[in-house]
């Protein structure tokens, strides 16, 4: 069992290129183009494989294709060349994830013509388990999930490509300022009064004072879509245990607490409580502890992600309306924004939350 990425050509550049034009203008059409009987040929040509059953996975703007077998988000291939070495080195450092499987050409990866598209072909290999969205949603597996985003940063602390250098996309946090260009896709005058808020903040706050926070590679879409869990064989419960992660398209260089933000926005996405963010803070303080000066940005970058994923959420779709993979977190998604904001001292909501559950897990 497999999986193969076709990675569209909005995001696929061989060569150069100014990091401006890298990232997505509004306009611009995003999935690739193409059939399963195509994705069978392609697995032919490139991987020598004999597809039995083929079945198309959800995906935000790049197709992937989960094959059975008889025996990208890619801004240039330099990017996928960081991606695919990222993954080699995590299998190293024994964090699970999607390992790269060579094609016939003794490749990674290559560069095919659909049509009259050039896009990125590459094959990964097919992680058992469940996804995080599929399973009874727990303190615990919240509390789990942070302990993996610190493991994984950790692990990855001294990884270095040259293509993370010049690599920017546009659901990096560094271009939330860039979503003034996308917010008219929104029709509620509220939610871009909010939208506008939370980018001045942004600006003011964060990218204001870029340089005194630590950076580093960063998965960088830490969701319930991209979390693997499997079952625990050690209790009789139905619990679940953090076991992987996928998809890498995502993955850049910037800063720490982007990562943390990320992660605990589609954590709250999860429950629409702000508590849940204390669980997921908890676990991942117990691997690495979030300095005062980047604790006191969490609640705005926690917001500028939630702003990303609503207003590039309603934009995308109106490019691809039978997409509802894209509106995922547009449910309460707006809703615990407004909360969020409205709150003043979610911080201490969330240390509160995160020191009261621990007391009880060592009871």
């Keep these: 069992m497999e999986m193969l990425e076709i990675s569209s050509s909005t995001k696929c550049e061989e060569s150069g290129g100014s990091e401006e034009s890298e990232i997505l203008k509004p306009g611009t059409k995003i999935k690739p183009t193409i059939s399963e009987k195509e994705v069978e040929k392609l697995a032919e040509r490139l991987y020598g494989i004999t597809v039995l059953e083929i079945s198309e996975l959800i995906s935000y703007d790049d197709r992937n294709f989960f094959i059975l077998l008889n025996a ?13 070495k990222l993954m080699l080195f995590l299998a190293q450092q024994n964090i699970t994830c999607p390992k790269p499987i060579m094609n016939v050409y003794g490749k990674y990866y290559s560069t095919e013509l659909l049509g009259t ?30 302990v993996f985003v610190a493991k994984f940063d950790r692990a990855i602390k001294n990884f270095t490509h ?6 920017k996309s546009l659901w990096m946090l560094d271009s939330v300022p860039k979503l003034e260009e996308f917010a008219y896709a929104l029709k509620d005058i509220s939610k871009q009064e909010i939208v506008e808020e939370v980018i001045a903040e942004f600006k003011s706050k964060v990218m204001g004072h870029y340089d005194k926070f630590e950076k580093g590679v960063i998965h960088g879409d830490f969701n319930e879509h991209n979390i693997l869990v499997n ?46 963010g204390g669980f997921f803070l908890a676990g991942y303080e117990s691997i690495r502890l979030v300095p005062q000066h980047e604790y006191n940005v969490l609640r705005i970058c926690v917001a500028a992600r939630l702003c990303q994923s609503l207003v590039l959420g309603i934009y995308t779709h109106t490019l691809d309306p039978e997409n509802e993979y894209i509106l995922t977190s547009q449910k309460n998604g707006w809703q615990l924004l407004q909360l969020l904001w409205s709150e003043k001292k979610t911080d201490e909501l969330w240390r509160n939350t995160a020191d009261e559950y621990l007391k009880q897990s060592y009871k």
């Design 72 to 84: 990208l988000d890619s801004h240039k291939a330099g990017f996928i060349d960081a991606q695919t």
């Design 162 to 167: 040259d293509a993370y250098k010049t690599h």
């Design 231 to 276: 079952k625990c064989s050690s209790t009789e419960k139905k619990e679940y245990a953090v076991s992987g992660i996928l998809d890498f398209g995502d993955s850049c260089y910037t800063l720490y607490i982007f990562e943390l933000a990320i992660a605990m926005a589609y954590m709250m996405l999860q429950t629409g409580e702000l508590e849940t």
């Design 117 to 146: 598209t050039k896009h990125i072909v590459r094959l990964l290999e097919y992680i058992p388990g469940k996804i995080f969205k599929e399973v009874p949603l727990t303190n615990n597996l919240f509390y789990q999930a942070g």
